[in-house]
């Protein structure tokens, strides 16, 4: 019983060892209302939710998906607004992620209490 599980507790571990590294966390936008929230599911696979953190719009979806593939340290989210094609673009670097919208510019955002769009930072794993 005993190798059973350390069996099935390396096979967990194992899988989680094929994750980008850096790329897992809570990130807090520096200027804007956006949260974002990277974890990995799967090799090479992520859950990735992006959307307001506070104001009016608190808690709103702004993309998401359950198994977002990342090409190098970007991760590319499709929505449709209207009949448009939008792809969201999430890149990290190191404790900061850069997201961007095809569809949606930053001066769009500006004064908004929904705004996602800018510059963010990791949060600190200790609060």
């Not at 967990?12 to 094929?18: H, N, Q, V």
Request: proline content about 3%; hydrophobic content about 35%.
């Amino acid at each position: 019983m005993k190798k059973i599980v350390v069996a099935v507790a390396l096979l967990k571990f194992a899988t989680y060892s094929y994750a980008v590294p850096g790329l897992e966390g809570e990130y807090l936008c520096d200027s804007c209302h956006g949260y974002l929230t990277v974890k990995a599911t799967k090799p090479n696979t992520y859950k990735v939710w992006l959307g307001v953190g506070g104001g009016s719009c608190g808690g709103m979806d702004y993309a998401k998906s359950n198994a977002a593939r990342p090409v190098g340290n970007t991760f590319t989210l499709t929505s449709k607004l209207k009949n448009k094609v939008c792809k969201t673009k999430i890149t990290v670097d190191g404790d900061h992620a850069l997201v961007s919208d095809s569809c949606v510019q930053p001066e769009e955002e500006e004064a908004s209490t929904c705004a996602v769009l800018g510059d963010y930072t990791k949060r600190d794993a200790k609060g």
